[in-house]
């Protein structure tokens, strides 16, 4: 059976936890594969909340494996700490979840970096998490850094900790005047999660490929959004993994033949946290109403998300660097507020109209939104159960959204839970038999 790619189309926090929970019901693994504890992802099951940094949203379906791949950067002490937390509410977790060898780690350096980093850009600051995601990438990439297996091998822990700190030990004093870190107190404290973790390290590519063989239906879920992707989005103003469809495919290590769906989860209207252009961002007191009822507040950082309407050019953008099969629409009750909606279907500039992503960020990051206004359907709709039962202007909005991304909308969310989920096109992601 073939597998599914989760992402998100915006700048993150579509609702892909969500999306992910209710579309796990029929699938056998589910597969993060980028990103790290920037992420935070919101599931809630009846009256349960559950706030997912690394865990990947399956975790709570008793038959499905989560999987963190290859391309996630981990912090083992922020995964015990969520693993804990998902066994004190019942679940199983250290004997589910399955880890890769080849993951990196976030080390206490990375973390203190992103901090200092970001001080000294002042204003220039891009907004990370501080969670020392960029630090750990770069070292990846540099070739410099350590991975989830380094853990359960003390000698080489040691020696690759000892080398890396002679740099990293140079950059904190001398270029930022702290004090420098100790290989000793560092493997001791890595070699304690280690006992801990040790049962959640697996051969992930295995168990992908054995699965896909035996003919399991997987999942692959995406942190962040496509505006955020290093290569593909808002550069600099980016995370610095892929959460395109493409890193889902180097992330877990699977070819693009296994993919047949791939699904954007994309609110219906924007929200972004952290620096960066934002086109159709609002300041005014509809932009105030849309933050507060959409509870938009960031689940890791606890930032208060920037907020603006639909923009049908990032869409199609999302769209062509993804592949899209599917949007999955959500939080489509936020706007149950307001009289009239606009939609940015292009973007204007030195008197040229831009249907498409602008080719040079100069031009992004003074783009005058073009809007088409639309009405609002004046009622609440979080209570709505068949799509058919939507107003027709909630209908409207939703076709007009769909005709302007060129992607057929397949499921629309009109609120947090699971059974607050609209099918708009019965094409379900593992045909029942
Ligand atoms: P993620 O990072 O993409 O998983 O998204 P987050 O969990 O960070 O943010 C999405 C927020 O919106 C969470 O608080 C969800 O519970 C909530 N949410 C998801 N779908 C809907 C929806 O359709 N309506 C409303 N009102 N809230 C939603
Ligand atoms: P989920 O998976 C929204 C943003 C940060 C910052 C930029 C770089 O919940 O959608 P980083 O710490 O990654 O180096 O920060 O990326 N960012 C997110 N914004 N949702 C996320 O994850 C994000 N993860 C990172 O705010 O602007
Ligand atoms: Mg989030």
Redesign the pocket.
């Known amino acids: 059976m073939p597998a599914t790619i989760i992402v998100?189309a915006q700048w993150?926090?579509?609702?892909?936890?969500?999306?992910?929970d209710l579309l796990a019901d029929t699938t056998d693994l589910v597969v993060r594969y980028q990103g790290g504890n920037n992420?935070?992802?919101?599931?809630?099951v009846g009256d349960d909340?559950f706030?997912l940094h690394l865990i990947p949203?399956g975790i709570l379906y008793p038959h499905v494996t989560p999987v963190i791949a290859d391309g996630v950067v981990i912090d083992p002490k922020v995964l015990i700490e969520e693993l804990e937390g998902l066994e004190a509410r019942g679940l199983d977790p250290f004997a589910r979840i399955k880890v890769s060898g080849n993951a990196h780690l976030i080390m206490p350096y990375h973390r203190e970096l992103d901090m200092l980093i970001e001080r000294r850009l002042g204003k220039a600051k891009l907004g990370t998490t501080k969670r020392g995601i960029g630090p750990a990438y770069a070292d990846k990439a540099a070739r410099v850094g350590l991975r989830f297996q380094d853990l359960f091998d003390e000698k080489i822990l040691r020696q690759k900790l000892e080398a890396v700190l002679v740099h990293k030990n140079e950059q904190l004093s001398k270029i930022y005047n702290r004090l420098p870190m100790s290989p000793d107190e560092i493997a001791e404290e890595y070699l304690r999660y280690a006992d801990r973790l040790r049962p959640l390290h697996a051969d992930t590519t295995d168990l992908i490929h054995t699965s896909l063989e035996a003919g399991k239906h997987i999942i692959l879920e995406g942190?962040q959004?496509t505006l955020l992707d290093l290569d593909h989005g808002t550069y600099p103003f980016v995370t610095s993994s892929n959460p395109v469809a493409g890193g889902a495919l180097t992330g877990a290590g699977v070819g693009p033949r296994h993919i047949d769906r791939v699904i954007g989860?994309t609110k219906a209207y924007v929200t972004r946290v952290g620096a960066g252009p934002f086109p159709t961002e609002l300041f005014d007191e509809v932009g105030e109403r849309m933050t507060d009822v959409?509870?938009e507040y960031?689940?890791?950082t606890g930032r208060r998300r920037r907020v603006g309407w639909f923009d049908a050019v990032l869409a199609r953008y999302a769209n062509r660097v993804n592949g899209l099969t599917d949007i999955f629409l959500?939080?489509?009750?936020?706007l149950s507020e307001f009289e009239a909606l606009q939609v940015a279907t292009a973007y204007r500039y030195e008197g040229e109209e831009y249907r498409h992503f602008p080719p040079h960020q100069s031009i992004f990051h003074h783009a005058e939104p073009v809007y088409e206004e639309v009405p609002g359907w004046g009622r609440d709709i979080?209570d709505v159960e068949h799509y058919d039962d939507l107003p027709q202007a909630a209908r409207d909005y939703v076709d007009f959204l769909e005709e302007q991304s060129g992607v057929p909308v397949t499921w629309v969310?009109?609120?947090?839970k699971r059974s607050?989920?609209l099918v708009r096109r019965d094409v379900p992601l593992v045909p029942t038999a």
């Not at 992420?39 to 809630?44: E, F, K, P, R």
């Not at 969310?413 to 947090?416: D, L, T």
């Open positions: 998100g993150g926090d579509e609702g892909k936890g969500k999306a992910t992420a935070g992802h919101t599931v809630i909340v706030k949203s942190a959004g989860i959409g509870g960031g689940t890791t959500t939080k489509l009750d936020v979080s969310s009109v609120g947090p607050q989920t």
